[in-house]
């Protein structure tokens, strides 16, 4: 029975997130002396991505290694990667859609073209674990919490459960205030029981193919809203402008009602193009959002064939003792499934993420979980808010005098101050004067670099200003090593998008 822990990226890039999810887990199975590798199944593009990435570093390489002979069932060639003295395999998402109904390799194409990776990945994190068996995890979900003390094996893991599913497969449920909500960032499926889960694709097939005209439809919404300018805007803001900035006060207060108002206001005069049931675009425009500042139309059947009904199958096959009550059986035993058997799962990952994903007041004192694809401008407020944590704690934690962020800020300001505004550089002169007269306190640290990274990573227009090439040129020179090597110790040279990528990691 082999052990093996399933992630999928799509797009083409190859950020510090996905690096760093690989590393901590790859650390973890070496520290634990566990049995689990770990398989990254990507697109063509984003293999290309990785590709080019291993490139820049001494000792990276991709070999051919053809896991048939080794594994019943497993016909899909994956290729051994060393990357960053971490080992781990690749296979590319398209042989995979060769095993299933046509209608999946039509939505791959669809969904690159319009953006949504993410529902690419709903639909693969299905099929991996029906081809393989093993874990499923986004990159930004589980993290190993004690990493020298892992299960050895798959087998340790599903033991646990108990054969609480009559087909072993589990997924994740958080307790938000005693109620479950059933989520699919970690799904588990016994290798013993690999092809258990055709009846749900085989079904997920069958109704993307019905609806297919209303889920085109869907996504071309998604990216007519993609392009809306204000979403564009927001998704490079600092949340300093003085539309943004209630976004920014919202989030952090963790007030629901504040952060829809805000988006309403935000979006009130912007539209996104109408698309009839025909599938033709037509000449009339509707709202980018809902009245209520919530989502913009474009997920609603497309999430319910490949989000939702994967919950439901995994309820339907729960086999747990329960008394029977018919208006609240769905529920407890869910409830019943959290509270006995997940619960055992804290002890090896974190879900930190996820909770505070789900930290959101109304003003009625309601729960509600925040999701990107429904709330503009959280993914960008929960990457700058990641990025300033990961640099505080690298800066601090390790020691780096205060000396070398100052004197990097310096040289950025000396080179730049014909292109940049007064007001923003006297702010920036005045906080570095007020830095070198104060100790380096962690909320000072969270200030200058916010200031920092704003500067750093100006574009105007999509293209990168003179400002910012100065910039980044000065990254490279002599005491900012230690930068360099917090992104990417193996790269000879940091360039604008390594920045891009560490900031949105």
């Known amino acids: 029975m082999k052990s093996l822990l399933h992630c999928v990226w799509t797009g083409p890039s190859c950020p510090y997130s996905l690096k760093s999810f690989i590393r901590r887990w790859v650390e973890c199975f070496r520290r634990s002396r566990s049995d689990f ?67 999946f390799r039509e939505l791959l194409t669809l969904f690159q073209e319009h953006g949504r990776f993410t529902t690419i990945s709903n639909i693969v994190r299905v099929m991996a674990l029906n081809h393989c068996g093993g874990i499923y995890s986004d990159i930004d979900y589980l993290t190993s919490v004690d990493p020298c003390n892992f299960p050895r094996s798959i087998a340790d893991i599903i033991q646990q459960f108990e054969s609480s599913s009559s087909l072993e497969f589990y997924l ?3 307790m938000i205030k005693g109620r479950p909500i059933i989520e699919n960032q970690c799904m588990i499926l016994s290798p013993e029981r690999i092809g258990s889960l055709s009846p749900l694709i085989d079904k997920m097939a069958h109704n993307l193919q019905r609806d297919m005209s209303v889920i085109r439809q869907e996504a071309r919404q998604y990216k007519t809203f993609l392009d809306n300018p204000q979403n564009k805007a927001l998704n490079k803001s600092m949340f300093t402008e003085e539309l943004f900035y209630e976004l920014l006060k919202a989030y952090r207060e963790r007030n629901y009602t504040a952060f829809l108002a805000a988006n309403e206001k935000i979006f009130k005069n912007e539209t996104m193009q109408k698309i009839s049931h025909k599938g033709s675009i037509s000449v009339f425009t509707k709202k980018a959002l809902l009245d209520e500042g919530h989502m913009h139309e474009s997920y609603l059947m497309t999430g319910q064939h490949t989000y939702l009904e994967v919950g439901q199958f995994f309820h339907d096959h ?22 006995k058997y997940w ?64 004197n990097f800020i310096n040289e950025i300001i000396h080179s730049t101050s014909d292109r940049i505004s007064l007001t923003y550089l006297n702010a920036m002169v005045e906080n570095l004067q007020s830095l070198r007269d104060e100790t380096f306190s962690k909320e000072r640290t969270k200030y200058i670099l916010k200031q920092l990274f704003a500067i750093v990573l100006v574009v105007q227009d999509g293209k990168l200003t003179l400002m910012t090439e100065v910039a980044v040129n000065c990254i490279n020179k002599r005491k900012f090593l230690a930068l360099k090597n917090i992104i990417d110790p193996e790269k000879a040279r940091i360039c604008f998008g390594d920045l891009d990528q560490f900031v949105l990691c």
């Open 343 to 406: 619960t055992r799962m804290q002890k090896y990952f974190k879900r930190e993420s996820m909770y505070a994903q789900f930290s959101f007041i109304d003003d009625a004192g309601s729960v509600h979980g925040m999701y990107s694809w429904a709330n503009p401008g959280y993914s960008r407020l929960t990457k700058l808010e990641k990025a300033v944590h990961l640099v505080e704690e690298k800066y601090l934690q390790r020691g780096i005098k205060k000396e070398l962020i100052v």
């Open 172 to 174: 994740s449920v958080l």
């Open 318 to 339: 729960l086999s747990l003792p329960l008394p029977i009550n018919q208006s609240k059986l769905q529920e407890a035993a869910v409830q019943e499934y959290g509270k």
């Open 37 to 103: 590798e770990l398989v990254l199944w990507v697109t063509a593009d984003s293999y290309n991505a990785l590709s080019c990435y291993l490139k820049t570093g001494a000792g990276n390489h991709i070999d051919v290694l053809n896991w048939a002979p080794r594994f019943v069932g497993v016909d899909i060639k994956f290729n051994a990667v060393t990357m960053n003295n971490c080992r781990f395999y690749v296979a590319k998402i398209e042989p995979l859609l060769l095993k299933y109904h046509s209608v």
